[in-house]
Nanobody, 122 residues
Framework: QVQLVESGGGLVQPGGSLRLSCVAS????????IGWFRQAPGKERKRIAC?????????YYVDAVKARFSISRDNAKNTVYLQMNNLKPEDTAIYYC??????????????RGQGTQVTVSS
């Protein structure tokens, strides 16, 4: 059974940092792309970052986060991370990880976690 569980969200001041985790079960992350998505209040969910399978080994970011966010994986823990630095109020959203069990980015949201709330506010 494929399952993704996000954690690490919270309240942070502008300019601060958070690291989100996405723990996968039911499949091995080395073989598949994992994407991070976010949904701000009143807006559609958008893809923001992706890490491909271990063989291709590339990452993808949208322009809004490219210089501030970093996606990585820990294969031993079957976990994908999203390091978020220099957070801005407009980063406030529910953050989700998802996969469609393909190797290439970007993935569809075939399997998606429950999300973790990130709030950036002073």
């Amino acid at each position: 059974q494929v399952q993704l569980v996000e954690s690490g969200g919270g309240l942070v001041q502008p300019g601060g940092s958070l690291r989100l985790s996405c723990v996968a079960s039911g499949f091995t992350i080395t073989n598949y792309a994992i994407g991070w998505f976010r949904q701000a209040p009143g807006k559609e969910r958008k893809r923001i970052a992706c890490i491909s399978d271990n063989y291709a080994g590339y990452n993808y970011y949208v322009d809004a986060v490219k210089a501030r966010f970093s996606i990585s994986r820990d294969n031993a823990k079957n976990t994908v991370y999203l390091q978020m630095n220099n957070l801005k109020p407009e980063d406030t959203a529910i953050y989700y990880c998802a996969t469609d069990l393909r190797a290439q980015c970007p993935p569809d949201e075939t399997y998606r976690g429950q999300g973790t709330q990130v709030t950036v506010s002073s």
